[in-house]
């Protein structure tokens, strides 16, 4: 069956410019989470969505860093103002979710690119 | 907080020789999980372990489970250049209600000279 998708595959926007990142889970995975990784390094934990939970914030790393999500389906990553430091593939994974962790499956990512 | 720690950052390896990379996690670990990154792709599961103790075998990978639950290992037995990436234990979040979040180790990036 289909993957997770990912929407752009690359943006590249000027500096001060809002982004919006588009992913589309898995049909009936529950739970979606947004990672950034910057160029080399590991998956920095940005945002969790389980169900009709109220999401984990926890990572955002800056109030110019929104996350929805419309029921258990697609999600959207919004960065204002984004900054160079923004730069980075963001990922997207979804898995089942309950009261333990499955494992995730990750879409291409969408490569980021502030100039 | 919950961390997860991995060594070595960096392994690079002569092809057929063995590599071996740890996580070490702050928390005892409910379950471990390791995902391979391949250059230039993102991350797919290979495996989860659950129980203290548990070895599991996936053709030339081995991953070992603690007894205590905190730590994990991943062998790879006579490396091929097809090993080349970057290779990710995470463990669920111990804290809150978020249950299936999961805290990824910074990752070991493994490079296989032929």
């Known amino acids: 069956g289909a993957g997770v998708s990912q929407s752009p595959s690359n943006k590249v926007t000027e500096k001060g410019k809002d982004v919006e990142l588009r992913c589309d889970p898995i049909?009936?995975?529950?739970?979606l989470y947004w990672y950034r990784q910057r160029l080399g390094q590991g998956l920095e934990f940005l945002i969790y969505f389980q169900g009709n939970s109220a999401p984990d914030k926890s990572g955002l790393p800056s109030d110019r860093f929104s996350a929805e999500r419309t029921g258990e389906s697609v999600s959207t990553l919004t960065i204002q103002r984004t900054q160079q430091e923004d730069s980075a593939v963001y990922l997207c994974?979804?898995?089942?979710?309950?009261?333990?962790?499955?494992?995730?499956?990750f879409g291409p990512g969408t490569r980021l690119t502030v100039t | 907080g919950q961390q997860v720690m991995q060594i070595p950052q960096y392994q690079h390896v002569q092809e057929g020789e063995d590599f071996t990379t740890y996580c070490n996690s702050s928390?005892?670990?409910?379950?471990i999980q390791w995902y391979k990154q391949r250059p230039g792709g993102h991350p797919v599961f290979l495996i989860q372990l659950v129980k203290s103790g548990e070895v599991k075998k996936q053709k030339r990978l081995t991953f070992q489970f603690g007894e205590a639950k905190k730590n994990s290992s991943l062998h790879i037995t006579a490396t091929q250049t097809t090993d080349v990436g970057t290779y990710f234990c995470?463990?669920?979040?111990?804290?809150?209600?978020?249950?299936?979040?999961?805290?990824f180790g910074q990752g070991t990036i493994l490079t296989v000279h032929p």
């Open positions: 995470a463990g669920p979040y111990a804290g809150g209600t978020s249950y299936g979040k999961l805290t």
């Open positions: 928390t005892t670990l409910s379950n």
């Open positions: 994974a979804s898995s089942f979710s309950g009261t333990k962790a499955y494992e995730q499956y």
């Open positions: 049909s009936g995975h529950t739970a």
